[in-house]
């Protein structure tokens, strides 16, 4: 039955993250239609601060939440009513502190730090979403703890709904009074759909109570030192990385105005990697977030278990998919960059970043992984000290690299930082668990089959049948030949095969046994 259960909520959660991750891509295309390239350049910058506060009302919520309500169920205390009011409470005020901070520091914060008056607006919107946000986060604990991922997955589909909604039902009318209004229309639908998935959650709650057993409810005693006890580390640890993250995102467009001459200009390249560009390329891991969902509770399991050759294959196959599978959406992004531009936004500028970060996919995609790898494994502070020196490393390179050579300076950024973080993410899970370099099997076979795919691609299919095809079908064609040949091409120089993905299942049940 348990075993039942967790396949069940992996299912749900991988299909939810799946479905949001799509229509949101697929929104922002919308958004960047609407807005323009300038348009989209003052979203991120309104979302730099947005995320900034969006980090103190919630960081740690979610974590406490699951923590305390799994405590309270498994002492069979009878339903945590009383406790989940206390913890509302206490996200309420939270969330209502960050969002009361953000609205009275909007205009000086916009004019100041963003450099744009025209930000106020669209902050002081969104203001009123952060307690929501940070209740809909403690409710979301709670639904973990009861193992109950359904509840929370409806929300997000919901909110997602309502928010595409909104905007769609009124930023025609917005667009005619200029990008200050339309950006305020765009986040009107966040706080409304925020507020309306987190009354959806609370009604869900309270149906999720009647299955408790009518009785006393038992008031929980001391549980603000222990819910501070969780949410001020997280919130400090997270809060120095958002803070210089946001550092870096509003000396971008400063610099490259130093470097064109005009804000806008510069305003509109950031929009076009940051808002369009990156989404993108971010979009395939959500397949591998499935690979998360699935293995990092079995990898931290078999740590604390002291099972050092089960983690030592779960982490070796956890690399293995991650560096194959980004390994081919690199070549992928890079053959058809200027296809995916021109398909999503009809920009060849954005097909341009697309074609110059898709080499370095894998080491994006296995920074994350490995990132995740590590704070299963209780290695929090080594990912935060390295995140803390990329962040810092970033804002100097910023602050020398991009007012002297513009864009090309922060995509040369962008590509070092990845490298450089992941090398040392991969340093360390290699320190902690012992596991080796399998250089042929994640480094060179890999390679040779993306290379092998290319070729396969231009010489057999872009010379001759191409060009007698639709664009479109052209691309999707091409792609789907690329993909069919590196796989063949892995399974042909042993690479991969079907024992990698059965040992993953066997090595998941016995840890069940």
Same mark, same amino acid.
């Given at each position: 039955?348990?075993?039942?259960?967790?396949?069940?909520?992996?299912?749900?959660?991988?299909?939810?993250?799946?479905?949001?991750?799509?229509?949101?891509?697929?929104?922002?295309?919308?958004?960047?239609?609407?807005? %323009?390239?300038?348009?989209?350049?003052?979203?991120?910058?309104?979302?730099?601060?947005?995320?900034? $506060?969006?980090?103190?009302?919630?960081?740690?919520?979610?974590?406490?939440?699951?923590?305390?309500?799994?405590?309270?169920?498994?002492?069979?205390?009878?339903?945590?009513?009383?406790? *989940?009011?206390?913890?509302?409470?206490?996200?309420?005020?939270?969330?209502?502190?960050?969002?009361?901070?953000?609205?009275?520091?909007?205009? +000086?914060?916009?004019?100041?730090?963003?450099?744009?008056?025209?930000?106020?607006?669209?902050?002081?919107?969104?203001?009123?979403?952060?307690?929501?946000?940070?209740? #809909?986060?403690?409710?979301?604990?709670?639904?973990?703890?009861?193992?109950? =991922?359904?509840?929370?997955?409806?929300?997000?589909?919901?909110?997602?709904?309502?928010?595409? #909604?909104?905007?769609?039902?009124?930023?025609?009318?917005?667009?005619?009074?200029?990008?200050?209004?339309?950006?305020?229309?765009?986040?009107?639908?966040?706080?409304?759909?925020?507020?309306?998935?987190?009354?959806?959650?609370?009604?869900?709650?309270?149906?999720?109570?009647?299955?408790?057993?009518?009785?006393?409810?038992?008031?929980?005693?001391?549980?603000?030192?222990?819910?501070? %006890?969780?949410?001020?580390?997280?919130?400090?640890?997270?809060?120095? %990385?958002?803070?210089?993250?946001?550092?870096?995102?509003? !000396?971008?467009?400063?610099?490259?105005?130093?470097?064109?001459?005009?804000?806008?200009?510069?305003?509109?390249?950031?929009?076009?990697?940051?808002?369009?560009?990156?989404?993108?390329?971010?979009?395939?891991?959500?397949?591998?977030?499935?690979?998360?969902?699935?293995?990092?509770?079995?990898? $931290?399991?078999?740590?604390?278990?002291?099972?050092?050759?089960?983690?030592?294959?779960?982490? *070796?196959?956890?690399?293995?998919?991650?560096?194959?599978?980004?390994?081919?959406?690199?070549?992928?992004?890079?053959?058809?960059?200027?296809?995916?531009?021109?398909?999503?936004?009809?920009?060849?500028?954005?097909?341009?970043?697309?074609?110059?970060?898709?080499?370095?996919?894998?080491?994006?995609?296995?920074?994350?992984?490995?990132?995740?790898?590590?704070?299963?494994? #209780?290695?929090?502070?080594?990912?935060?000290?390295?995140?803390?020196?990329?962040? =810092?490393?970033?804002?100097?390179?910023?602050?020398?690299?991009?007012?002297?050579?513009?864009?090309?300076?922060?995509?040369?950024?962008?590509?070092?930082?990845?490298?450089?973080? #992941?090398?040392?993410?991969?340093?360390?899970?290699?320190?902690?668990?012992?596991?080796?370099?399998?250089?042929?099997?994640?480094?060179?076979? +890999?390679?040779?089959?993306?290379?092998?795919?290319?070729?396969?691609?231009?010489?057999?299919?872009?010379?001759?049948?191409?060009?007698?095809? +639709?664009?479109?079908? $052209?691309?999707?064609?091409?792609?789907? !030949?690329?993909?069919?040949?590196?796989?063949?091409?892995?399974?042909?120089?042993?690479?991969?095969?079907?024992?990698?993905?059965?040992?993953?299942?066997?090595?998941?049940?016995?840890?069940?046994?």
């Amino acid at each position: 039955m348990k075993k039942l259960l967790f396949l069940k909520n992996a299912v749900i959660l991988t299909g939810t993250a799946l479905l949001l991750r799509a229509v949101g891509m697929f929104f922002r295309v919308y958004i960047a239609g609407q807005v %323009g390239d300038e348009g989209m350049g003052l979203y991120q910058l309104i979302f730099t601060l947005y995320n900034l $506060a969006i980090t103190l009302a919630t960081s740690g919520v979610t974590v406490a939440a699951t923590r305390l309500t799994a405590d309270w169920l498994a002492r069979d205390r009878g339903a945590p009513t009383a406790l *989940c009011r206390r913890l509302v409470f206490y996200a309420l005020c939270l969330g209502g502190a960050a969002g009361l901070l953000q609205f009275f520091l909007a205009q +000086p914060a916009s004019t100041l730090w963003l450099g744009d008056a025209r930000a106020a607006l669209s902050l002081r919107i969104l203001a009123p979403s952060l307690p929501f946000m940070a209740v #809909g986060a403690t409710l979301r604990g709670y639904f973990m703890a009861r193992r109950n =991922v359904s509840s929370s997955s409806r929300a997000q589909i919901f909110e997602q709904a309502v928010r595409i #909604g909104v905007v769609a039902l009124l930023i025609g009318k917005a667009l005619p009074r200029g990008i200050e209004t339309a950006c305020a229309v765009i986040v009107l639908g966040n706080t409304v759909s925020e507020a309306l998935s987190c009354l959806y959650m609370a009604l869900s709650w309270r149906r999720d109570l009647k299955r408790f057993a009518s009785g006393k409810i038992q008031k929980p005693q001391g549980l603000l030192r222990e819910y501070g %006890g969780i949410v001020a580390p997280i919130t400090a640890t997270r809060g120095v %990385g958002s803070l210089l993250v946001t550092v870096e995102n509003i !000396l971008v467009p400063g610099c490259l105005a130093a470097f064109l001459g005009a804000r806008e200009t510069a305003l509109a390249q950031f929009g076009q990697l940051k808002g369009m560009a990156m989404p993108v390329l971010f979009f395939p891991f959500s397949f591998l977030s499935t690979l998360s969902t699935l293995l990092l509770p079995e990898i $931290a399991e078999a740590h604390g278990a002291g099972k050092k050759e089960r983690l030592q294959a779960l982490i *070796c196959r956890t690399v293995l998919i991650t560096v194959t599978l980004s390994v081919l959406m690199g070549g992928l992004f890079r053959a058809f960059s200027s296809e995916l531009g021109e398909t999503l936004y009809h920009s060849a500028e954005i097909g341009f970043y697309i074609g110059v970060l898709g080499p370095v996919m894998p080491f994006m995609y296995l920074e994350s992984m490995v990132d995740g790898i590590l704070k299963g494994l #209780g290695e929090q502070l080594s990912t935060f000290k390295y995140s803390v020196c990329d962040s =810092v490393l970033r804002i100097l390179l910023v602050v020398t690299l991009v007012p002297r050579l513009g864009m090309q300076g922060f995509l040369f950024v962008m590509l070092f930082s990845n490298i450089f973080t #992941g090398f040392l993410n991969l340093h360390r899970l290699i320190r902690v668990t012992g596991i080796k370099v399998q250089w042929m099997r994640w480094v060179v076979k +890999p390679l040779f089959s993306v290379g092998a795919a290319w070729a396969a691609y231009y010489f057999a299919f872009a010379v001759w049948a191409a060009p007698l095809l +639709p664009p479109l079908a $052209a691309f999707l064609c091409g792609a789907v !030949l690329m993909a069919l040949v590196y796989f063949l091409f892995l399974w042909l120089t042993g690479c991969v095969s079907l024992q990698d993905l059965s040992g993953l299942k066997r090595e998941k049940n016995s840890g069940k046994a």
